[in-house]
Structures are given as structure tokens and as C-alpha cells.
């Protein structure tokens, strides 16, 4: 029989299976607790009876990743290339602010969504992640820095709405005050815009905050750059935003990464502030992380100057993203790349 994974169980979920094998609730709470302190084995879990960690052995399994490649940047960033059990790699990113430790993770192993500045999706999607490999990353980059992690960002390699279940289990799990009790409002979810899903995500009521990958202000611009744009429009996008909004009544953040001579002319700026007028949300603007394979140059200062300016002077809340960790490979993606092509 194969062995329960049981970082992929939820707490209620634990819960059942430990009356089903004959054991009282409170000791799944137990093991909850220390699965999201990081243990590795059974016999880490002091206040169980060795007859109950022996069981746990020959039927559970806890899921560990091992630390593949560690790069530290200059300004405190972490980039971690994980092993997971089967082999696979994925990246996360731990910093270092003075107010706290976000750490941007990964959903799936690749991704499928094809967006052409990105080095994430080069190699199409291999698989997704489960709800524990998520947690899993939390824990042990918490682990291995020893530092108490503030927030979560998904945005690592991935699409969360293309896996969705696995990752509102994982929201649901991180959640719990038995586990690593982060708040779901300390919590971002970015997407590229999988619109049937950001419909769900609202009827979910997990108040998380939603980022969306904008990256052009029309259709024409967007889909050559993001080929979900062929299937979502932005007509589309923008109606499941309004219901979100409508739905949880928070702000929504849309990513724009500005690519020279791409999407980061004034006019494309001032067509950006038509589509976000009004609207409850903050816009980022993000210069391009140039990936080798993929051509894109960054904005000039001066560009990105301009296009924040048009944003900002018609009231529409605008930052351009610290560019942490430029002297490693911050960019999604970049390591795991590195990594599978020896490189
Ligand atoms: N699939 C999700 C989350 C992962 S990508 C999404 O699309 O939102 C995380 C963010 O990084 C997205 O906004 C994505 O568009 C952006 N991104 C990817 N590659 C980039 C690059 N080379 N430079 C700047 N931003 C990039």
C-alpha cells in the first residue's frame, strides 16, 4: 500500500485519519505541529510512543526537500534550488527586509503557460506541485535561515490557478494555527489571468491578495507577449477583476513588467490608465529580468520614469519593484535552468 503523504493532508483531514487508525484527535495535532516545524523523521516527535512513531514509520511518509543550490545576494536575498523526493527542482526566494522575511515560492515544477520573458516556462510544465511540496519550502527555507518567515508570495516557477486545489489546500495549511499560522492576508497569489479561476478564488473567500500579470494594456500587445491572453481577453480579465473585487472588496495588484520598446511607451502608459481608472487596486511596474533566451532588454530609467509618472499624476498608486537580488538568478526560473542545463 502506498505509503500517506501527510504534509498533503489538511488539518481536518489529519484529524480523520488518526480516528481512523484508531488514535485520539489530539495527537494528529501533534504531529501537525511538528510537521510544520520541519522534522524529517518520526522519531523527532518526542511526545509520541515509540509504538505510535514505529507506526507512522512503516505507513506515513513526511516530505523533506533537500537544498540543491543556495545563492546569496549582496543585499540579504536567498535563491534556493530545491530537491523535492522525486528528483525534480524548484526555486524559492527568501528576503530580507527590515520590517520582515517575505519568501516568493514555486507551484508547479515548469510551467505551461508560455509567457515569452519568462525562463520558467522554457521547458513546458513537467508537473504540479502538491499541497505539502508547497508548504514544504516554507518550512525549510524557515529551517535552514532561521528565520521566522512574515510572508508568502506565489510567484515562484508556476501558474497557482492551473493548480488550483493543491494550492488552496496549501493556503488552507499554512493557515492553520497548529501549522505556521500565516494569515491569509499576509499571503499573495499571482496569476496570469486564469479568469474561470479567479471567479472560484472569490466564491473561496480565502482573503488572500490577488496580483495579476498585466504586462499590456491590449489585447493585440498582450498576446504577443502572453498567450493566455488568447484565451482569457482582457475584457474578460477585467469583468472576473470587477466580481473579485465586488466579491472580497480588496485591492487587486497588477504586475507590469516593462520591456524596452515593447509595452513602456507613455502612450501605452496612458492607455494603462484608462483600463485601471477607477478601479480598487496598485499597480507595480517591474523592469524586465533580461533571461538569455528570451531577447527582452529592461526599461531605461528614464522610460520607466515616464510611464510611473502618467500613472501616478491621474491617481492611480504606482510603485517600481526593488530590483532584489539582481546579482543572482532572480528571475524565475533561472536557477532551475542553470541547473538542468549544467550551466
Ligand atoms: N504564473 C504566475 C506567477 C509566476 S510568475 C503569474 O504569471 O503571475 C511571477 C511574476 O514574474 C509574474 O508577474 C511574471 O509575469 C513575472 N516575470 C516572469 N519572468 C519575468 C522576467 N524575466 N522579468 C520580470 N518579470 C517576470
Redesign the pocket.
Known amino acids: 500500500m502506498e505509503k500517506v503523504r501527510l504534509k498533503d493532508l489538511t488539518f481536518d483531514e489529519l484529524t480523520e485519519y488518526f480516528l481512523s487508525i484508531g488514535h485520539k484527535k489530539y495527537r494528529a495535532k501533534q504531529v501537525y505541529e511538528w510537521l510544520y516545524k520541519g522534522v524529517e523523521s518520526f522519531e523527532e516527535m518526542t511526545n509520541l510512543s515509540k509504538e505510535l512513531r514505529d507506526q507512522l514509520d512503516s505507513t506515513c511518509v513526511i516530505t523533506t526537500l533537500k537544498v540543491l543550490r543556495k545563492q546569496v545576494s549582496k543585499d540579504g536575498t536567498i535563491k534556493y534550488l530545491f530537491e523535492l523526493m522525486d528528483g525534480e527542482t524548484v526555486e524559492s526566494v527568501l528576503m530580507d527586509y527590515k520590517h520582515g522575511h517575505p519568501i516568493c515560492i514555486s507551484t508547479q515544477v515548469g510551467?505551461n503557460?508560455g509567457?515569452r520573458?519568462?525562463?520558467?516556462t522554457l521547458g513546458g510544465k513537467v508537473r504540479d506541485l502538491t499541497a505539502g511540496e508547497i508548504a514544504d519550502q516554507v518550512i525549510f527555507a524557515a529551517k535552514e535561515s532561521g528565520y521566522t518567515i512574515s510572508n508568502i508570495v506565489l510567484?515562484?516557477m508556476?501558474?497557482?490557478l492551473d493548480n488550483y486545489d493543491n494550492v488552496t489546500k496549501f493556503i488552507k495549511n499554512i493557515n492553520h494555527h497548529a501549522g505556521m499560522n500565516i494569515g491569509a492576508r499576509h499571503i499573495a497569489l499571482?496569476?496570469?489571468g486564469i479568469v474561470s479561476k479567479i471567479k472560484k478564488l472569490a466564491d473561496e473567500c480565502l482573503p488572500v491578495t490577488l496580483?495579476v500579470?498585466l504586462?499590456a494594456p491590449n489585447d493585440e500587445m498582450r498576446s504577443k507577449v502572453m498567450p493566455v491572453n488568447k484565451k482569457y481577453n482582457i475584457r474578460q480579465l477585467f469583468e472576473a477583476l470587477d466580481y473579485y473585487i465586488k466579491k472580497t472588496n480588496r485591492r487587486v495588484t497588477f504586475?507590469y513588467?516593462l520591456i524596452s520598446g515593447v509595452n513602456d511607451s507613455v502612450g501605452t502608459a496612458k492607455e494603462l490608465l484608462k483600463l485601471v481608472k477607477g478601479m480598487l487596486c496598485h499597480v507595480n511596474l517591474?523592469p524586465?529580468?533580461s533571461?538569455r533566451e528570451t531577447g527582452f532588454v529592461k526599461s531605461t530609467p528614464e522610460d520607466i520614469l515616464a510611464f510611473r509618472t502618467v500613472l501616478e499624476q491621474n491617481g492611480v498608486t504606482t510603485t517600481v519593484r526593488r530590483e532584489l537580488g539582481s546579482d543572482i538568478d532572480a528571475?524565475?526560473g533561472q536557477l532551475r535552468r542553470r541547473h538542468e542545463n549544467k550551466i
Do not use: D, L, Q
Open positions: 510551467c503557460m509567457c520573458f519568462c525562463a520558467s510567484m515562484g508556476g501558474e497557482p499571482s496569476t496570469c496580483s500579470s504586462h504586475e513588467s517591474i524586465v529580468n533571461v528571475s524565475c
